[in-house]
């Protein structure tokens, strides 16, 4: 089943404005991951937050965890065209062995 | 390069073809994971292995059949395909079976039916 839920599914930015997308789910967690995914290649893991944690920076990164609401948001600042990508939250479930639920992603476009 | 090595890279095959996928990994982790990727849907998580065992078996058809000969190695055999069965198809490794780290992808194999 779905876990996480990005919001906006699309996103375009003017290169160096600030992008914003925010990630919602449904069960309690112990971690909160985003990771970034080029058109048709792999994900590349970005950050995790621990459930212990409201914010965490990495470079131009910025992700915020609200576990009252359930939601965690991911600012890119300084935006980059090399930015575009699909950007996906994921969070631990517990349904026989523990895994790594993924959201539809946001997608973003930078453009130059 | 990720350290998550997936060959082949694009793969065409007709329905009644066998095929292997295959992904390596050399960082030592004891974890590996099978995701699909269709267009318009979430990643889904198709097969866990936990220190060579399966631990998951994400309600797959059983055209698909993975094998984990040792720690490093994930393959996934493909027979009988259809055509919905085109999808990215992604292994992912982890220190630990538990997701208290990031998972580490490979580039993925772009499988189409015909």
């Known amino acids: ?112 | 390069e990720t350290g998550v090595t997936q060959t082949p890279r694009h793969l065409v095959m007709g329905m009644t073809n066998k095929k292997s996928l295959k992904c390596e990994q050399h960082l030592g982790h004891n974890a590996m994971y099978w995701y699909k990727q269709s267009a318009k849907k979430p990643l889904e998580l198709m097969f866990v292995y936990s220190l060579e065992e399966r631990v998951e078996n994400n309600s797959v058809p059983s055209r698909f059949s993975p094998e984990c000969p040792n720690s490093s190695h994930l393959f996934l055999h493909l027979h009988t395909l259809q055509p919905e069965d085109s999808a990215l198809y992604l292994c992912a490794s982890s220190q630990d079976p538990y997701p208290n780290y990031g998972y580490t992808f490979g580039s993925g194999t772009r499988l189409t039916v015909v």
């Open chain 1, 1 to 112: 089943s779905q876990q996480g839920e990005e919001d906006p599914q699309a996103l375009s930015i003017q290169e160096g404005e600030n992008a914003t997308m925010n990630c919602s789910y449904k069960t309690s967690i112990n971690n909160l991951q985003w990771y970034r995914q080029n058109s048709g290649r792999g994900l590349v893991h970005l950050i995790l937050i621990r459930s212990n944690e409201r914010e965490k920076h990495s470079g131009r990164l910025r992700v915020t965890l609200d576990t009252s609401k359930k939601s965690s948001s991911l600012l890119i600042t300084a935006s980059r065209a090399a930015d575009t990508a699909s950007y996906f939250c994921a969070t631990p479930i517990i349904q026989g062995a523990q895994k790594l639920v993924f959201g539809q992603g946001t997608r973003l476009t930078i453009n130059p």
